[in-house]
T-cell receptor, first 110, second 115 residues
Framework: KNEVEQSPQNLTAQEGEFITINCSYS?????LHWLQQHPGGGIVSLFM???GKKKHGRLIATINIQEKHSSLHITASHPRDSAVYIC????????????FGEGTQLTVNP | NAGVTQTPKFQVLKTGQSMTLQCAQDMNHEYMSWYRQDPGMGLRLIHY???????DQGEVPNGYNVSRSTTEDFPLRLLSAAPSQTSVYFCASSYSTSGSYNEQFFGPGTRLTVL
């Protein structure tokens, strides 16, 4: 079993829909990251969080440390949000190292 | 700032050839790492460094060497390329604040094919 599990693996939505991507992990962590990988391949960091909730524009990330679960929400989705969204955790004992989920492929149709 | 740069963008090698993937960052980050990304799998850590002169193995280090002689550069060497090393390689860097590491900044990637 992977230490970091994402669901769904693939998600197709219509423009304007509210989207949720989930991430569950099985280890104690010091931080959780959400990343975005565009079709061209570049990877950018969206959020780093260790508790609560963070918001940036139409993106919201939440984490529940007790339940070992995080969600990434996209409000009013747009075709330009189409990308792979990747969850990664920094384990408490790993210092600087990250463990990555397999990613969720999101396609938003106009 | 250029951020994290990688060269080359694409490379085709024959089995047994050696080569070096270059990675550089101009943000004075102490942490640098190399990942490979394969279909159906998450990014996997090959090697990492927490500062100049310090390197360590990640999850999949076999067949790769690294060195960190300066803060800016972190080259990845393939000693004798194998088809199993066909992948997309990403370099990333990060910095720490009060002992905790922050977000990672990724390079654009190198797509390597080994025939």
């Amino acid at each position: 079993k992977n230490e970091v599990e994402q669901s769904p693996q693939n998600l197709t939505a219509q423009e304007g829909e509210f989207i949720t991507i989930n991430c569950s992990y099985s280890v104690g962590i010091s931080a959780l990251h959400w990343l975005q990988q565009h079709p061209g391949g570049g990877i950018v960091s969206l959020f780093m969080l260790s508790s609560g909730k963070k918001k940036h524009g139409r993106l919201i990330a939440t984490i529940n440390i007790q339940e070992k679960h995080s969600s990434l929400h996209i409000t009013a989705s747009h075709p330009r949000d189409s990308a792979v969204y990747i969850c990664a955790v920094r384990e408490e004992t790993s210092g600087s190292r990250l463990t990555f989920g397999e990613g969720t492929q999101l396609t938003v149709n106009p | 700032n250029a951020g994290v740069t990688q060269t080359p963008k694409f490379q085709v090698l024959k089995t047994g050839q050696s080569m070096t993937l270059q990675c550089a960052q101009d943000m004075n980050h102490e942490y640098m790492s190399w990942y490979r990304q394969d279909p159906g799998m998450g990014l996997r850590l090959i090697h990492y460094s927490v500062g100049a002169g310090i390197t360590d193995q990640g999850e999949v280090p076999n067949g790769y060497n690294v060195s960190r002689s300066t803060t800016e550069d972190f080259p990845l060497r393939l000693l004798s390329a194998a088809p199993s090393q066909t992948s997309v390689y990403f370099c990333a860097s990060s910095y720490s604040t009060s002992g905790s590491y922050n977000e990672q900044f990724f390079g654009p990637g190198t797509r390597l094919t080994v025939l």
